[in-house]
């Protein structure tokens, strides 16, 4: 069972930076994809961005050009740099990890909270 663990949920004010961690209890290299979702109150979970084994990184619309998916297989962790974040961006942020087979796993969420 693939255990994902994500940290560095916080509340910061709008303009301001984080960034979350997903470490894996597998390496993430075994897995064909891992990325970001998030879900507001009261919407659908959406994906933030996602990373391939290959390195082919993908971004949501809005999160384009302010946000950097990474990932550090030594540390079988992935991150998430979000800067100029906006009170829009506030949401539990998911991790999950895919296998080629279409196994799918998910972390337990890190709330990120923008407000001034």
């Known amino acids: 069972q693939v255990q994902l663990v994500e940290s560095g949920g916080d509340s910061v004010q709008p303009g301001g930076s984080l960034r979350l961690s997903c470490s894996s209890s597998e390496s993430v290299s075994s897995f064909y994809a891992m990325a970001w979702f998030r879900q507001a109150p009261g919407t659908q979970r959406e994906l933030v961005a996602s990373?391939?084994?290959?390195?082919?990184?993908n971004y949501g619309d809005s999160v384009t050009g302010r946000f950097t998916i990474s990932r550090d297989n030594a540390k079988n962790t992935v991150y998430l740099q979000m800067n100029r974040l906006k009170p829009e961006d506030t949401a539990v942020y998911y991790c999950?990890?895919?296998?080629?087979?279409?196994?799918?796993?998910w972390g337990q969420g890190t709330q990120v909270t923008v407000s001034s």
């Open positions: 999950n990890a895919e296998y080629i087979s279409g196994n799918l796993y």
């Open positions: 990373i391939t084994s290959r390195g082919i990184i």
